[in-house]
């Protein structure tokens, strides 16, 4: 079969060139004991079709004629002539000798000589090239070299949080796969405002989430002497994969205001609507786990929040057992109302029941971040916490990935993401007011 | 003891000056102190709250005369006593 004519070949098939193709085609000359030796041919090549007809040679002609036509841009020898390997014979030891002044290196001969390496012009396919090549009687082969991958892995970055298994909530509302899936947003650039009894600051596995801190009670400090704060925001933005303790939900900012004192006589309705009003405009998301009597100003206050496209999310409260009161602001309509549920996936014995309930998630043995200093409780960093204050930072943390995921939803819209894709739990029956749309399942939300 | 008063801000341009002067009328009623919970909203569902201090004992006549005054007040929205708010 006639070799076909390389310029009108070559410039067919040249659309079909994809840019991650490789440029470069690898061609291996023919040695030949009468004539010149590929490398001869290949440096002859390389200086045009000038040089390949000083060297008298039709292969070395044609060679340089690829060049010429701006098929390829150079044609080099694979190995660099002016640093022969001891023992090169034949077609390099030619190229080599060429390149000393002829002297001929020592050595032995190697499979590798007469290699060039072709870059192939713009324009021209290197398939079609390497085949035109392949079909020229000096060429013994031609080919597009395989590109060569790494199979190491680069060593990871990021360690296990070290008491993550213990997280048990995190596989309850399925959070794990909810991350595994593909466009998982960890809502880092969403902002959750945590009003409560502060947070410790200085936490190492909360301080890198921590946007802002206010403390909004005259007369009280800084720290969070109560601890629930940083329990609270612990359980939605705590480091994931810091190598410390527990991780969060979501890698949401925090946004914490201090309203809740420790001391009674610091409560001020005044500085708690302040904080209230004060994450218009400044986060997506505001955690209530906090509760009381009807209170009509609350009301107005969380309205304007919400109408500012402020997801408000509040717990049920843990009275259950003590009357099972109606707790503000979860009761307010546009609330997302949260209560607790346990490992076995039942309504927690304290979790608060009513109409007004949305949807619940895990609120016993939540275990999360607690002040490094000294606070009302013993345990100092960790500690696992019941009550339906830990199940609103869930559901809390996972508007916030909603958001992440479906940007410019209202809350409304959130809150029925959440709802319409909780799992309705073994313990739910018919009637029954203390799941509301069932335990929340993060995967479904995001899906 | 603080109280919480909201104000028809339609109502009333100045919520500070009208409550001062339903106070003001109350037979017995000491100085009070009036503030706006935030200053110069005068949109939305929280335009016109404002915290009252009454400085008279919560048990008294005079606290309930107050109250009761501004209750009947047909610019006052609605008048709440504090509702602390606790960790859950």
């Not at chain 1, 150079?74 to 390149?99: Q, Y």
């Not at chain 1, 900012?253 to 420790?262: E, S």
């Amino acid at each position: 079969m006639a070799t076909p004519s390389p310029r009108f070949h070559l410039w067919e098939t040249s659309r079909k060139t994809k840019d991650r193709q490789t440029r470069t085609v690898i061609a291996k000359l023919k040695r030949d004991p009468r004539g010149p030796t590929g490398a001869a041919l290949a440096a002859g090549a390389a200086r045009g079709a000038r040089g390949a007809r000083i060297l008298g040679d039709d292969a070395g002609s044609r060679l340089a004629r690829i060049l010429e036509n701006g098929y390829a841009v150079s044609i080099e020898p694979v190995f660099d002539p002016s640093a022969p390997m001891r023992g090169a014979r034949g077609p390099l030891r030619d190229l080599a000798a060429g390149a000393a002044g002829g002297r001929a290196p020592l050595g032995r001969a190697t499979r590798s000589e007469g290699l060039v390496e072709i870059r192939v012009g713009p324009g021209t396919d290197p398939k079609t090239l390497a085949r035109h090549l392949a079909g020229m009687g000096d060429v013994e082969y031609a080919f597009l070299p395989p590109v060569r991958h790494l199979f190491g892995t680069r060593t990871k970055t990021t360690r296990p949080d070290p008491l993550s298994s213990r997280q048990w909530a995190h596989g309850a509302i399925r959070l794990g796969h909810a991350r595994a899936a593909r466009g998982f947003n960890d809502a880092s650039g969403i902002t959750v405002a945590v009003v409560d009894s502060g947070i410790d600051t200085g936490h190492p596995d909360l301080k890198a989430a921590i946007k802002e801190y206010r403390n909004v009670l005259a007369g009280e400090g800084d720290r969070d002497d109560i601890g629930h704060g940083t329990h609270v925001a612990g359980i939605i933005a705590a480091g994931f994969r810091n190598g410390l303790g527990i991780s969060g939900v979501c890698a949401a900012r925090i946004l914490a205001l201090k309203a809740l004192p420790h001391d009674d006589d610091h409560w001020s309705a005044k500085a708690y609507y302040r904080a209230l009003r004060y994450v218009i405009g400044r986060a997506h998301v505001l955690n209530l786990s906090l509760g009381g009597d009807k209170d009509p100003a609350e009301i107005d206050i969380l309205r304007d929040v919400i109408d500012s496209g402020v997801v408000v999310v509040a717990a049920m409260g843990n009275e259950y057992e003590d009357g099972n009161p109606v707790e503000y602001p979860a009761a307010m309509p546009t609330v997302c109302a949260v209560g607790a549920t346990d490992q076995l996936d039942h309504r927690a014995s304290f979790s608060n029941t009513g109409r007004h309930i949305d949807v619940v998630a895990p609120g016993v043995q939540i275990l999360s971040t607690t002040p490094t200093h000294k606070y009302d409780e013993p345990e100092r960093n960790y500690a696992a916490w019941d009550g339906t204050s830990m199940a609103a930072p869930h559901v809390a943390a996972a508007a916030a990935l909603v958001l992440a995921k479906y940007p410019g939803s209202t809350p409304a819209q959130v809150i029925a993401r959440l709802t319409s894709s909780a799992d309705r739990v073994a313990g739910k029956k018919k009637g029954d007011r203390g799941y509301g749309a069932g335990r929340l399942n993060c995967q479904a939300a995001l899906a | 003891m603080d109280i919480i008063v909201k104000v028809d801000t339609k109502r009333t341009k100045d919520p500070v000056a009208h409550v001062r002067r339903v106070l003001g009328a109350v037979p017995g009623s000491r100085a009070v102190t009036v503030e706006e919970v935030f200053p110069d909203l005068r949109t939305g569902a929280s335009a016109g709250l404002l915290s009252v201090h009454l400085p008279c004992d919560p048990g008294s006549k005079a606290h309930r005369l107050s109250v009761r005054a501004l209750r009947d007040d047909e610019a006052v929205v609605y008048v709440e006593g504090p509702k602390r708010r606790r960790p859950l």
